[in-house]
């Protein structure tokens, strides 16, 4: 967790996220640095708009709970809706599963 904050930590301050650019917030807060996670965070975010993945993670729980159905007492089409439903709760999990591998 501390891998994505260092990073979070350099892009709010206008700074490149570079392998040295991460050992060094890490070190300061007395982390001890793993190089092969820096060197596998800084590889993951290359090519990614941080601002736009923020946005975006900061919306998805709100999506999702807005997809919930509002019971009304009719069973018809109940099933299909849960079907649904589960669907979308699946691929949210793979999301955040995927997501999941930075912060190990």
Do not use: C, Q, W
């Amino acid at each position: 967790m501390e891998y994505i904050y260092a990073a979070l930590l350099l892009h709010k301050a206008g700074k490149e996220i570079t392998e040295d650019a991460v050992s060094a917030v890490l070190s300061a807060a007395g982390v001890e640095v793993n190089d092969a996670r820096v060197k596998a965070l800084v590889a993951a975010l290359d090519g990614v708009d941080i601002e736009e993945a923020i946005s975006k993670a900061a919306a998805a729980p709100v999506a999702v709970a807005a997809a919930a159905p509002v019971a009304d007492g009719s069973d018809e089409g109940d099933k299909e809706e849960e079907k649904e439903e589960k669907k979308e709760e699946d691929n949210s999990e793979a999301a955040v599963a995927g997501l999941g591998a930075l912060f190990m």
